[in-house]
């Protein structure tokens, strides 16, 4: 069956970076797109980027361009989000997400991790 | 960006009542609207996409429907199982955004 795990959370102080983990099995991995969406309890969910099967697309919400890189590992099964110059607004569960077109994004997310919990502060 | 709002905000309701949660978009986005189930804890759930298509296993009490600026998320008798928040979402720009969420609570 489909999972993706998530890892690398954890405090950190603002102006630093953290590296997001997404570890993925149960279908061919280089063929599907991927998500990061985050939740916090202010501002619910949250679409921050998605990457292309291929790697040769990708897309940030405005407020981490700049800061956070999409990147993924089709050899490894795992999707990454480098997250720099973190900011207090940052802190939110953040989970990764299946796309569920072959080769194509078709813009809903069928499955989910169980989210990792960054939170950034001082 | 595409501003999704959902309506109402909180509703109390109970088993075996039928429940819609509207969402509208702040431009017409066709039928590139999706639905999520969440509970607390966990990660969202699909529910229902392209407006109206049900995901795979989930209970065709639930359905959906509308185009363009309005949608509704229909649930034809609540069970114990359905309360939890809902959330829609438009696919139709990036950048992909969520309503702020309808929390479905026991009356």
């Known amino acids: 069956q489909v999972q993706l795990v998530e890892s690398g959370g954890g405090v950190v102080q603002p102006g630093r970076s953290l590296r997001l983990s997404c570890a993925a099995s149960g279908f061919t991995f280089s063929n599907s797109a991927l998500h990061w969406v985050r939740q916090t309890p202010g501002k619910g969910l949250e679409w921050v980027a998605i990457?292309?099967?291929?790697?040769?697309?990708?897309y940030y919400i405005d407020s981490v361009k700049g800061r956070f890189t999409i990147s993924r590992d089709n050899s490894k099964n795992t999707l990454y989000l480098q997250m720099n110059s973190l900011r207090a607004e940052d802190t939110a569960v953040y989970f990764c997400a299946r796309d569920p077109g072959i080769t194509l994004v078709r813009g809903h997310l069928d499955y989910w991790g169980q989210g990792t919990l960054v939170t950034v502060s001082s | 960006d595409i501003q999704m709002t959902q309506s109402p905000s909180s509703l109390s309701a109970s088993v075996g009542d039928r429940v819609t949660i509207t969402c509208r978009a702040s431009?017409?986005?066709?039928?590139?609207l999706n639905w999520y189930q969440q509970k607390p804890g966990k990660a969202p759930k699909l529910l229902i996409y392209a407006a109206s298509s049900l995901q795979s296993g989930v209970p065709s009490r639930l359905s959906g429907s509308g185009s363009g600026t309005d949608f509704t998320l229909t649930i034809s008798s609540l069970r114990p199982e359905d309360f939890a928040t809902y959330y829609c979402q438009q696919s139709y720009s990036i950048p992909w955004t969520f309503g702020q969420g309808t929390k479905v609570e026991i009356k």
């Open positions: 431009q017409s986005i066709g039928t590139y």
């Open positions: 990457i292309s099967h291929d790697e040769s697309h990708k």
